[in-house]
Nanobody, 120 residues
Framework: QVQLVESGGGLVQPGGSLRLSCAAS????????MSWYRQAPGEERELVAG???????NYAESVKGRFTISRDNAKNTVYLQMNSLKPEDTAVYYC??????????????WGQGIQVTVSS
């Protein structure tokens, strides 16, 4: 049974930081493309960041220089370090897993999502 369990979300002030974690199980984590998507109210879901099995990375323009994605294959966990947070980063963040060699936008598995709210 595949599981992607996100943690680390919450409320933070503008300019603050959060680190999201996603613990994976039920598939060969080390081989998969792991990504974070987000969806704000009334908006489409968007790719925030992705990391391949070889640790190649991809970021949305809006988060470049502020967010960092990383993975620990020994722990089957992917992380999203979010710094200099802005109110427009407020969204539900989803951890996803895509099959090897599939590029950035194919997703086989989704987590349940976790809320990140940036507000003073």
């Amino acid at each position: 049974q595949v599981q992607l369990v996100e943690s680390g979300g919450g409320l933070v002030q503008p300019g603050g930081s959060l680190r999201l974690s996603c613990a994976a199980s039920g598939f060969t984590f080390s081989a998969y493309v792991m990504s974070w998507y987000r969806q704000a109210p009334g908006e489409e879901r968007e790719l925030v960041a992705g990391i391949t099995s070889r640790r190649g990375t991809n970021y949305a323009e809006s988060v470049k220089g502020r967010f960092t994605i990383s993975r620990d294959n020994a722990k089957n966990t992917v992380y999203l370090q979010m710094n200099s947070l802005k109110p427009e980063d407020t969204a539900v963040y989803y951890c996803t897993a895509g099959p090897p060699g599939s590029g950035w936008y194919r997703v086989d598995y989704w987590g349940q999502g976790i809320q990140v709210t940036v507000s003073s």
